[in-house]
Nanobody
Framework: QMQLVESGGGLVQAGGSLRVSCAASGRTFSSYNMAWFRQAPGKEREFVASITWIGRSTSYADSVKGRFTISRDNAKNTVTLQMDNMKPEDTGVYLC???????????????WGQGTQVTVAS
């Protein structure tokens, strides 16, 4: 089992920045690809960003490309999502995810965190 605990959510004005982090424990963190998904009320969970197990490759949803940056620190077992120039449509619960397969599909995720609420006010 792997435990994932998110932190850093909150309320931000449109155009502002926020950083969310995820701390992992239990399994070998460096063996897993990591990702962030988000879920808005009444909507399906959607892929936001991912980073490979060694951190050499990243991928982003088109809606956040150029504004969000994912990074990881395998020595500290953490993954971070820096969100800049935020928009009201970025509002949702942000969930940390771990998978052995590099994927953008929620169905292929092995472990999920509980999520942290991010709200962007217009």
């Amino acid at each position: 089992q792997m435990q994932l605990v998110e932190s850093g959510g909150g309320l931000v004005q449109a155009g502002g920045s926020l950083r969310v982090s995820c701390a992992a424990s239990g399994r070998t963190f460096s063996s897993y690809n990591m990702a962030w998904f988000r879920q808005a009320p009444g909507k399906e969970r959607e892929f936001v960003a991912s980073i490979t197990w060694i951190g050499r490759s990243t991928s982003y949803a088109d809606s956040v490309k150029g504004r969000f940056t994912i990074s990881r620190d395998n020595a500290k077992n953490t993954v971070t999502l820096q969100m800049d120039n935020m928009k009201p449509e970025d509002t949702g619960v942000y969930l940390c995810a771990a998978s052995l397969v590099l994927t953008t599909r929620a169905s292929q995720i092995d472990y999920w965190g509980q999520g942290t609420q991010v709200t962007v006010a217009s």
